[in-house]
């Protein structure tokens, strides 16, 4: 048990509909790593919280958005979903603060979304 | 840019060695990671190397670093069927922050 929860587990929903990931990290991690696992792209970062406020982005699309509350838990919103959305999606939290921190990331079990 | 890459697949016999291989593009990297992820779970770290370390040995774990070439390898001895898993190379660029940019992750199948 990484101390990393993720819910739902799994979520199957359709075209154009939005829904919402919620992650809680373990205690005292004020970073939160959102990531997306498909089988044709493998393990892509969209983003990361520190302590609220956002501290990178990557490859995230414009439909999705997320953030992180003043309790650290962080939720990964997307919406207009479609049929390329559907994938694993990972949060990961960490005592990380720089590049130059070794601070490893605890990966949480992953939301399966499927979209139909 | 940040890019790193890995074959997707390797088959070894149970005992023999598995020899995971990674390229990243990053020369800034400070560290250099490897994940194991297990079915059904997310991932865990198996170990990390420094970018100024040629080696690093953890049991049966060896990583090979080639900073030079920008390679990175985890060399798995004796494998048993309990290393059956994907295994991810990561690394942390030094120009991006904090972010850690993964491989697409390494299929590892044992062999009886």
């Known amino acids: 048990d990484s101390g990393v929860t993720q819910t739902p587990k799994h979520l199957i929903t359709a075209t154009g509909q939005r829904v919402t990931l919620r992650c809680s990290p373990r205690?005292?991690?004020?970073?939160v790593y959102w990531y997306q696992q498909s089988l044709d792209q493998g393990l892509q970062f969209l983003i990361q919280y520190y302590n609220g406020e956002e501290r990178a982005k990557g490859n995230i699309l414009e439909r999705f958005s997320a953030q992180q509350f003043p309790d650290l838990h962080s939720e990964l919103n997307l919406s207009s979903l479609e049929l390329g959305d559907s994938a694993l999606y990972f949060c990961a939290s960490s005592s990380r603060t720089g590049a130059i921190d070794t601070g490893e990331l605890f990966f949480g079990e992953g939301s399966r979304l499927t979209v139909l | 840019g940040e890019d790193v890459e890995q074959s997707l697949f390797l088959s070894v016999r149970e005992g023999d060695s598995s020899v995971i291989n990674c390229t990243y593009t990053?020369?800034?990297?400070?560290?250099l990671y490897w994940y194991k992820q297990e079915p059904g779970a997310g991932l865990q770290l198996l170990t990390y190397?420094?970018?100024?370390?040629d080696m690093k040995q953890d049991q049966r774990l060896t990583v090979l670093l080639n900073k030079k070439d920008k390679h990175l390898s985890l060399r798995i001895a004796d494998t048993q069927t309990g290393d059956s898993a994907i295994y991810f190379c990561a690394e942390s660029p030094l120009s991006s922050a904090s972010k850690i940019i993964f491989g697409s992750g390494t299929r590892l199948s044992i062999r009886p």
């Open positions: 205690s005292g991690d004020l970073s």
């Open positions: 990053d020369s800034s990297s400070t560290y």
């Open positions: 190397i420094f970018s100024n370390m």
